[in-house]
């Protein structure tokens, strides 16, 4: 997009993941008459109906920090038992040409949201969710291991294979 300064801000106001995604990949597309790829993320916690869910970059409010996403997040846990904070990152991308043609892929990871956050890398939600395989939270890997097998890596993995098909099409 660093090339494109004067493209049109879109606004993230769907009800899911895919409608933003989607949303902003055929904006672009079209607007640049190029493949356009955009995505967008959500943290599903089960013990709260799925909330924080699309809105998890503003769940405590337009123009909240990380933090004080994931402070609201564990106050609304408190005193839930550990076994019942399973959550559920999705990261839907949406693939766009200029005509509007879209395809859409989901990556997700699954894990359990702690009560006290832990680690210093990543952003987000990444202190407070615990990774089982790994046993810590992304926060605590490394980038290089958040990298491989984060619910962002799993779609842009499956984004990859498809570019490679639009490639043989041509």
């Given amino acids: 997009m660093a090339e494109f300064p004067d493209a049109p801000e879109v606004v993230e106001d769907g009800e899911t993941c895919e409608a933003n995604a989607v949303k902003k990949a055929v904006t672009i597309a079209r607007w640049t008459g190029l493949t356009a790829i955009a995505d967008d993320t959500g943290l599903m916690v089960s013990a709260l109906g799925g909330r924080p869910g699309?809105?998890?970059?503003?769940?405590?409010?337009?123009?909240s920090t990380?933090?004080?996403?994931?402070?609201?997040?564990?106050?609304?846990?408190?005193?839930?038992?550990?076994?019942?904070?399973?959550?559920?990152?999705?990261?839907?991308?949406?693939?766009?040409?200029?005509?509007?043609?879209?395809?859409?892929?989901?990556?997700?990871?699954?894990?359990?949201i702690v009560e006290e956050p832990a680690g210093r890398h990543g952003f987000g939600y990444d202190p407070v969710f615990w990774v089982p395989e790994f046993g810590r939270t992304l926060a605590e890997l490394t980038p290089e291991e958040k990298n491989r097998i984060s619910h962002r890596a799993r779609a842009f993995a499956k984004v990859r294979e498809i570019l490679k098909g639009l490639r043989t099409e041509d």
């Fill in 54 to 63: 699309v809105m998890a970059a503003r769940y405590a409010g337009a123009g």
């Fill in 66 to 112: 990380y933090e004080e996403n994931w402070r609201k997040l564990l106050r609304e846990l408190k005193g839930v038992p550990r076994a019942q904070r399973r959550a559920r990152f999705v990261t839907v991308a949406a693939i766009a040409d200029p005509s509007g043609k879209v395809r859409v892929v989901e990556g997700v990871l699954d894990g359990l």
